[in-house]
């Protein structure tokens, strides 16, 4: 028998590069009765440090990753996505603790609630 993988294709993907400095920052903003799903994201850091993932309100959405002195990770595409913000019209973030320098590359879905 085959294994039967979903893909959640009833919402477009999306993309959107960043570019942050060290703190709270958006990522990808907030779309007015939708929430912002995880799919896939790539990052790396100048220094070692932490990085979080939280909604706008701020809740967090993600746990605590560390990150070592110019590394980063990869999280690869889930189609359930590995988390998304918990309330509509909420834009989601990223936290950083000590890093002064994030890129990166996040795929998601405005999905509905």
């Given at each position: 028998?085959?294994?039967?993988?979903?893909?959640?294709?009833?919402?477009?993907?999306?993309?959107?590069?960043?570019?942050?400095?060290?703190?709270?920052?958006?990522?990808?903003?907030?779309?007015?009765?939708?929430?912002?799903?995880v799919?896939?994201?790539?990052?790396?850091?100048?220094?070692?440090?932490?990085?979080?993932?939280?909604?706008?309100?701020?809740?967090?959405?993600?746990?605590t990753?560390?990150?070592?002195?110019?590394?980063?990770?990869?999280?690869?595409?889930?189609?359930?996505?590995?988390?998304?913000?918990?309330?509509?019209?909420?834009?989601?973030?990223?936290?950083?603790?000590?890093?002064?320098?994030?890129?990166?590359?996040?795929?998601?879905?405005?999905?509905?609630?």
């Amino acid at each position: 028998m085959g294994t039967f993988i979903s893909r959640n294709t009833d919402f477009p993907r999306k993309t959107a590069a960043f570019d942050v400095a060290a703190g709270t920052n958006t990522i990808v903003a907030a779309v007015a009765g939708k929430r912002i799903r995880v799919l896939a994201i790539i990052l790396t850091a100048d220094i070692s440090g932490t990085v979080k993932f939280i909604t706008e309100s701020p809740t967090d959405i993600s746990g605590t990753f560390s990150v070592s002195a110019t590394g980063g990770f990869v999280l690869n595409e889930n189609p359930s996505g590995w988390f998304e913000t918990h309330a509509d019209n909420k834009a989601l973030q990223v936290v950083t603790a000590t890093i002064t320098s994030l890129d990166g590359l996040v795929i998601y879905q405005e999905v509905e609630a």
